[in-house]
């Protein structure tokens, strides 16, 4: 389990290192699929401790477990199509699929 661990982990910083040294491009969403993929189950607590700060406890126990169920399947699912499709440009300029690109940017900025 360890090595598996160790092993994504390494896949990552190097996917890491190619994103770097360029914007939005195959390598940014491949990067971006893998670590959706791998960081997708954060979604179910991070929805019940965020519903729980912003409502209480009893909604964050309810209402962010059945959020958080949710998009760990959507994050996840993205997270298998970008992967799946990173030398495609779809959508176009290799854009993510979901905002926040990443489960822990935080928030989606809502649009105007």
Partial sequence: MAKGIIICLAILMVLNIA???YAQ???RKIYRG???IITGWIELPKNIYDTSVEDNI????TIGLFKG???TIV???AGIYETLTFPLPIPEGYAPVLEPEFVFKGKAK???
Avoid: F
């Avoid at 009893?58 to 126990?61: A, D, E, P, V």
């Fill in 19 to 21: 994103a770097l040294s």
């Fill in 25 to 27: 491009d195959a390598g």
């Fill in 34 to 36: 893998v670590a959706n």
């Fill in 58 to 61: 009893l909604s964050g126990l």
């Fill in 69 to 71: 169920l949710g998009m």
């Fill in 75 to 77: 994050r996840t699912g």
């Fill in 110 to 112: 809502e649009k105007k």
